[in-house]
């Protein structure tokens, strides 16, 4: 594209600055509906995963034997709100009688939220950062299930979160040692001995396989502590 017209477009772009006003409102409006919705929720546990993995997998039984287990603990689940694994934390949670919460975001693959959570602990958001926010926020406990770049993404942010203390520090769980070894090798081999991490920042994640270790982890972290907002 010819440079005359690169400037006629950023030209159009510093005309409207209104649009980029509003912007700040509708962000602002889903903060406020999803402060106002997960500050009643109770205790809960954030379980990430994949939106692709199917009904009957082998992750996504774990994901729901893993949110029984929590519930039967006392803790609520939260969610993405999507498929896969979200679903079938949400249904754990749900068949068990326990608290189920989502929070969606509207993308052209994953239009609805899945049909487990509690009609009053949903949300529908159209930016991903929000939703970020309200899941770190208001999560006693993190679980990381198999996943793609959004999971990844999610596990690295939470790690980054509790590495520099902008967030309390929380248990993080990863489940699924086969899908989670080969990244994990690599942080040791190069991410640490390049000195780019602490030995001890390997200390801010647990890996395992079984619903119940995940589950008692994360009781055990909290045994005596007050449930809070973690910033």
């Known amino acids: 594209m010819p440079c005359g017209e690169k ?19 509708r962000i602002m409006s889903e903060f406020v509906e999803g402060f106002e919705i ?4 109770p205790p809960s546990i954030v379980i990430f995963g994949s939106a692709r993995i199917k009904e009957g997998s082998r992750y996504y039984k774990m994901a729901e034997e893993t949110a029984r287990e929590l519930v039967n603990k006392g803790f609520g689940v939260t969610t993405g709100g999507g498929p896969g694994i979200m679903e079938a934390a949400n249904k754990g949670a749900k068949t068990a009688g326990g608290s189920s919460a989502g929070i969606n975001v509207v993308l052209p693959f994953e239009t609805e939220s899945n049909q487990y959570i509690d009609r009053d602990k949903i949300i529908t958001l159209r930016y991903f950062f929000v939703r970020k926010v309200l899941l770190t926020k208001y999560a006693q406990g993190f679980i990381i299930m198999p996943g793609g770049f959004g999971t990844i993404d999610e596990l690295f942010e939470i790690l980054t979160l509790i590495q ?24 040791k081999d190069k991410v640490l001995s390049e000195g780019n ?6 200390n801010l994640f647990a890996l395992t396989d079984e619903p119940s270790e995940a589950a008692k982890i994360i009781c055990e972290f909290h045994k005596g502590k007050e449930f809070l907002p973690n910033f």
């Open 7 to 25: 400037q006629e477009i950023h030209d159009k772009k510093l005309k409207m600055p209104h649009e980029e006003v509003w912007r700040v409102f």
């Open 38 to 41: 997960f500050t009643k929720l």
């Open 164 to 187: 520099t203390e902008k967030t309390k520090k929380a248990p993080v769980i990863l489940m699924g040692k086969d899908y989670w070894s080969g990244l994990l090798e690599w942080i």
């Open 197 to 202: 991490i602490n030995k001890e920042d390997l």
